[in-house]
């Protein structure tokens, strides 16, 4: 009877592991009724991208007692009409890259080329300092693998600007209208480096860009003959941006784009159109009682341009964008 009983309890147990790997693998729907848009979860470091007429969202997820960064997984997300929302299976964890710590899934982007999906993520690496990777799947949603076996950028590429461990995070990609990416990031020192064709490798040198006030988080978009970057400036950061007629420079400051984002310090971007308006992602600490700078989360707002082609300060709101799209 006892052997019966412990038969029984370890299918029991077999079969709850099944259940939570089931529901772990299936598509969440929820609904935005306003920022934060994602309520049932900590996220952070949005990074917008459309592909095929859908709006996706990748972030870090925060996790722990909010007392320090504890980052498990990436997410993605994805709307049509920024009310109704569809969380993914988690399609990426830092103990994908076996080169990479656990529980370090800082900031990171998606960008596609030739039908390849391309996340550069930044995380912290096991011989020490912060890293870059890079992982690529067939599809937005993943899942997703790493593309090189080894970090695309480690601490000891970068030491001429500055030697702390932690300048290289924040990846932004662009893929200019000759085709050459760009791989631009950092902390403190804002890089920047062309990447091959393949998108897993740099190509020539690193460069700086010098920007008024830079810590962290710069972002590449480009509207008419403008290209823009905008970055998180000073702590607790504030958002600002600079303007080009290149990508490659030089850049003219315009100054402070959007003010301390509710109770987190830090203030992480991203700028893109989507069926003809702009929005601007980004994430606050505002979820009550919890939130804060550890326990983050995603909200989108209108972004605006002046006659001149500058950009008008962003109003961050409580009513965000759930009902833009009709």
């Known amino acids: 009877m006892?052997?019966?009983?412990?038969?029984?309890?370890?299918?029991?147990?077999?079969?709850?592991f099944a259940n939570v790997q089931a529901?772990?693998?299936?598509?969440?729907?929820?609904?935005?009724?306003?920022?934060?848009v994602i309520t049932h979860k900590y996220t952070a470091?949005?990074?917008?991208?459309?592909?095929?007429?859908?709006?996706y969202?990748?972030?870090?997820?925060?996790?722990?007692?909010?007392k320090w960064y504890n980052m498990p997984n990436w997410l993605v997300f994805s709307t049509e009409d920024f009310k109704n929302w569809k969380e993914y299976p988690v399609p990426l964890k830092t103990s994908d890259f076996k080169w990479a710590?656990?529980?370090?899934?800082?900031?990171?982007?998606?960008?596609?080329?030739?039908g390849k999906f391309y996340w550069y993520v930044s995380t912290e690496h096991q011989t020490g300092g912060k890293a870059i990777g890079v992982a690529v799947a067939d599809s937005p949603t993943g899942p997703f693998v790493d593309a090189r076996g080894s970090a695309l950028v480690t601490n000891d590429m970068t030491?001429?600007?500055?030697?702390?461990?932690?300048?290289?995070?924040?990846?932004?990609?662009?893929?200019?209208?000759?085709?050459?990416?760009y791989l631009m990031w950092g902390n403190t020192c804002c890089y920047y480096a062309k990447l091959k064709e393949n998108m897993i490798e740099l190509e020539g040198e690193i460069k700086t860009i010098d920007l008024p006030h830079f810590?962290?988080?710069?972002?590449?978009?480009?509207?008419?003959?403008?290209?823009?970057?905008?970055?998180?400036?000073?702590?607790?950061?504030?958002?600002?941006?600079?303007?080009?007629?290149?990508?490659?420079?030089?850049?003219?400051?315009k100054g402070i784009l959007n003010?301390?984002?509710?109770?987190?310090?830090?203030?992480?971007?991203?700028?893109?159109e989507f069926k003809g308006n702009w929005y601007f992602v980004y994430h606050n600490g505002s979820i009550p009682t919890a939130g804060g700078s550890y326990l983050r989360s995603v909200c989108i707002d209108r972004l605006y341009y002046n006659s001149d082609g500058t950009i008008k300060r962003i109003q961050m709101t409580s009513e965000g964008v759930s009902s833009a799209v009709k």
């Open 2 to 16: 006892k052997k019966v009983v412990q038969i029984c309890m370890l299918i029991g147990t077999i079969l709850w």
């Open 23 to 36: 529901q772990d693998e299936q598509i969440f729907e929820f609904q935005a009724t306003g920022n934060p």
């Open 159 to 181: 030491t001429d600007c500055t030697d702390i461990s932690w300048d290289d995070i924040d990846p932004t990609v662009w893929i200019d209208d000759d085709g050459q990416a």
């Open 101 to 114: 710590k656990d529980h370090s899934s800082w900031a990171a982007q998606v960008i596609e080329r030739n």
């Open 57 to 66: 969202v990748y972030a870090g997820q925060d996790t722990g007692d909010g």
């Open 259 to 272: 003010e301390v984002a509710g109770n987190s310090n830090t203030n992480h971007q991203s700028i893109v």
């Open 45 to 55: 470091d949005p990074a917008a991208f459309i592909y095929d007429d859908v709006f």
């Open 215 to 253: 810590t962290e988080a710069p972002w590449i978009h480009k509207k008419g003959d403008w290209y823009y970057l905008s970055y998180a400036a000073w702590f607790p950061e504030k958002t600002c941006y600079a303007m080009s007629k290149s990508i490659e420079g030089p850049w003219e400051y």
